[in-house]
């Protein structure tokens, strides 16, 4: 007779745990804002659209604010007397509703791009105001057909860094697994979804006069405003 109780107990008690989780609310936005400035700092940011590419491959209700990001060399000029700048490429990613067709990590879909990845890891990066995250740094080489006056293809060779991490409501994580834990979480006992938002830096190392020196992906970064 005992044992007959039991299994609708535990039953009875499981379903109404149902009522004790969260209900789920509004999405969350990403911390960083979208809207990118003309000038930060000593950098100028010439503002360009996503590739018809990027638009194609992920989901329509993904976001994108990109920028050609450019800033002398003190005392560098080329022989038309112009000051020779480092250059990166910014891109800033917000996720849609559904995170598995609107944000991934860069390494899915760099190898496409012509890289090959020779190394990756996790670098500690310092702001403005003196609080410090991880990014994930990437060492690559990528090749790029050239034109030429023959027939026969030419390829250049271009040695590259890549920083990229990710910003959500109120996190900032480097690690894509990192972040699908997260959402979980927050979906469990917060009761939360968000946007999340991948910023990724990426810059010829050739142009940035290799490693010598601090890198204008670490320059430029630390001027970005993150939720801490």
């Not at 890891?121 to 403005?128: N, R, T």
């Not at 293809?153 to 900032?172: I, L, M, P, S």
């Not at 697994?177 to 990724?200: A, E």
């Not at 190392?205 to 601090?214: A, D, F, I, T, V």
Request: hydrophobic share 35%; glycine share 6%; aromatic share 8%.
């Amino acid at each position: 007779m005992k044992k007959a109780l039991f299994l609708p107990l535990i039953l009875g008690c499981t379903m109404s745990a149902i009522y004790f989780l969260p209900k789920a609310g509004a999405i969350a936005q990403s911390a960083v804002k979208m809207d990118l400035p003309n000038i930060s700092e000593s950098w100028q940011l010439n503002k360009m659209p996503a590739s018809q590419e990027e638009l194609g491959a992920l989901s329509s209700d993904t976001e994108f604010s990109k920028a050609i990001c450019l800033s002398a060399r003190p005392g560098e000029y080329s022989w038309e007397g112009k000051q020779v700048p480092d250059r990166l490429d910014l891109s800033i990613v917000l996720s849609g509703i559904d995170l598995n067709n609107s944000i991934h990590r860069p390494e899915r879909c760099m190898p496409a791009q012509g890289h090959t990845i020779l190394s990756s890891s996790d670098q500690s990066l310092k702001l403005a105001n003196r609080r410090e995250f991880k990014a994930k740094r990437l060492v690559s080489v990528q090749s790029q057909r050239v034109s030429t006056a023959t027939e026969r293809e030419q390829y250049a060779r271009y040695n590259c860094v890549t920083y990229y991490f990710f910003v959500g409501h109120d996190r900032v994580t480097n690690n894509h697994l990192g972040r699908t834990f997260i959402d979980m979480k927050d979906r469990l006992i917060r009761g939360m979804d968000q946007r999340w938002l991948m910023l990724l830096f990426p810059c010829g190392m050739e142009k940035c006069h290799g490693l010598k020196r601090k890198s204008p992906s670490r320059r430029l970064i630390r001027n970005t405003k993150l939720p801490y």
